[in-house]
């Protein structure tokens, strides 16, 4: 059986405990010297020593998952983890290594952390799949360019097109060269290369009519 069916956790709303942001519940001298006893309960099993601890301290552990993570709900699954982590981890409770409540506040922050890097790794994901769904639609149009079929039929107008238009359309085109790369990789002023491409073009589109 859970920690939680012998605990009977609750919000510390519900059980009457509401530091609020800025409160910090501390914990009397007398309790701090009973939680190692109840610590060592809770190893042997006891669930009712957990719920004994849970009234000690819960307020708290929810205060201070409430300044890290600054969300009511998400303090109180912060809460409710620690639990279960005490209650699993109980056992390795030493009180010459340092108090119990310092080990439980520890637990607490580094809880409280992992949620908050949880939380903001989730939504990282979330703006970057929103980014893709909204991205401009150049990736469908070049998908459809690119279609085996239609990459046929126009990659055989551009052979019918002939030199020298041929390679420089296909560079300026299909290689993504600006009009002076282009100039430059085929060793021609920049006027020529311009006439080239646009006569190139012409040609090219006139070939796909005439297939369609």
Known sequence: ??????AGFLSPDAAGHDPGPARVVDIPDTARHELFPVIRRIADGDQQALAELYDLVSPRIFGLALRIVR???????VTQDVFVQIWRQAAEVDPARGSVIGWIMTLTHRRAVDRVRSEQA???RLH???SRQTT???DVTA?????RAEAERVHAALDRIGEPHRTTVALAYFSGLTQSEVAHRLGIPLGTAKTRI???L???RGQLEEVT
């Open 1 to 6: 059986m859970g920690p939680a069916a012998g």
């Open 71 to 77: 969300d009511r709900s998400l303090a109180e699954e």
């Open 122 to 124: 989730q939504s990282d």
């Open 128 to 130: 970057r799949y929103e």
């Open 136 to 138: 401009r639609p150049y």
């Open 143 to 147: 998908e459809a360019v690119t279609d």
């Open 198 to 200: 646009r006569d190139g």
């Open 202 to 204: 012409k040609k090219l």
